[in-house]
């Protein structure tokens, strides 16, 4: 077999551990050092771009739209949800590690069309959190019609611990009231926990899972959450 080649590594703010970009051949994987394993590979990514064509249905065709993208990762997502919008829209997307941003403008942004070249793309370097409304910011309005999580392989923290917090209760109403009335929450993840199901109706979503294959209707099965706010 290639040997694949190191490309990059990064550390993930608030010890999160060592982010490393390899590449063998044409493809190019994102994985945490040791063995916690791989967050993303180049290779399969059916599901990636199935997040943002299901969590952007609604808003498809309409002026003036917003998306929250989190995390960048290869920007497969990004580059969805640039094409499921109109012109006039825009996406923000939350990147955690700055290497990320800077590896996505390199070879690595090749993959999904170099997504971030597109003027309605706009980066926030930090946590996806930071952009949720809380309780106690009350001057802060509802201003996504679209949120879109791949931050983790599912709802518990991957990449670092501090994303449990995500998907706690508490962070889920805060992205409730980030949503703008009849705004979609869309979670990727590599299971189906029904758990989490239920925590999202707990939260007042009207939740809708589907089932999507890795790989061109091929690979292993990945599953999508679109909590709608109602
Ligand atoms: C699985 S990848 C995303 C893949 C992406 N959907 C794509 O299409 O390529 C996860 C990304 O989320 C980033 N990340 C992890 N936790 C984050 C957080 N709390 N806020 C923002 N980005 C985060 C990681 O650094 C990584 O780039």
Not at 1 to 24: C, H, Y
Not at 64 to 69: A, G, I, Y
Not at 162 to 185: C, D, F, H, M, W
Not at 212 to 230: M, Q
């Given at each position: 077999?290639?040997?694949?080649?190191?490309?990059?590594?990064?550390?993930i703010?608030?010890?999160?551990?060592e982010?490393?970009?390899?590449q063998?051949?044409?493809d190019?994987?994102?994985h945490?050092?040791?063995?916690?394993?791989?967050l993303?590979?180049?290779?399969?990514h059916?599901?990636?771009?199935?997040?943002a064509?299901?969590?952007?249905?609604?808003?498809?065709?309409?002026?003036?739209t917003?998306?929250?993208v989190?995390?960048?990762g290869?920007?497969?997502t990004?580059?969805?949800?640039?094409k499921?919008?109109?012109?006039?829209s825009?996406?923000?997307?939350?990147?955690?590690?700055p290497?990320?941003i800077?590896?996505n403008?390199?070879p690595?942004?090749e993959?999904?069309g170099?997504?971030?070249?597109?003027?309605?793309?706009?980066?926030?370097?930090?946590?996806v959190?930071?952009?949720?409304?809380t309780?106690?910011?009350?001057t802060?309005?509802a201003?996504?019609?679209?949120i879109?999580l791949?931050?983790?392989?599912?709802?518990?923290?991957?990449t670092?611990?501090e994303?449990?917090?995500?998907?706690?209760?508490?962070?889920l109403?805060?992205i409730?009231q980030?949503?703008?009335?009849?705004?979609?929450?869309?979670i990727?993840?590599?299971?189906?926990?029904?758990?989490?199901?239920?925590?999202?109706?707990?939260a007042?979503?009207?939740?809708?899972?589907?089932?999507v294959?890795?790989?061109?209707?091929?690979?292993?099965?990945?599953?999508?959450?679109?909590?709608?706010?109602?």
């Amino acid at each position: 077999m290639i040997p694949s080649t190191l490309l990059g590594t990064a550390s993930i703010p608030n010890n999160g551990g060592e982010l490393r970009l390899t590449q063998r051949e044409s493809d190019f994987s994102i994985h945490l050092k040791g063995v916690r394993g791989e967050l993303m590979n180049s290779r399969v990514h059916s599901s990636e771009l199935a997040l943002a064509k299901f969590g952007c249905a609604h808003i498809q065709g309409v002026e003036n739209t917003k998306v929250l993208v989190g995390g960048l990762g290869m920007g497969f997502t990004l580059a969805a949800a640039l094409k499921s919008i109109s012109i006039s829209s825009q996406v923000v997307v939350a990147e955690l590690v700055p290497e990320v941003i800077e590896w996505n403008k390199g070879p690595l942004g090749e993959c999904a069309g170099r997504p971030l070249d597109d003027n309605r793309a706009l980066v926030h370097l930090g946590d996806v959190a930071e952009l949720f409304n809380t309780r106690q910011v009350k001057t802060k309005q509802a201003t996504y019609d679209a949120i879109l999580l791949d931050v983790d392989n599912g709802p518990e923290g991957f990449t670092n611990t501090e994303n449990n917090n995500l998907y706690s209760n508490k962070s889920l109403q805060a992205i409730r009231q980030t949503l703008n009335p009849n705004g979609v929450l869309a979670i990727w993840s590599a299971w189906h926990d029904h758990k989490f199901t239920l925590q999202l109706k707990k939260a007042h979503f009207e939740v809708e899972v589907k089932t999507v294959r890795a790989h061109k209707g091929k690979g292993s099965r990945h599953t999508i959450y679109l909590a709608k706010k109602r």
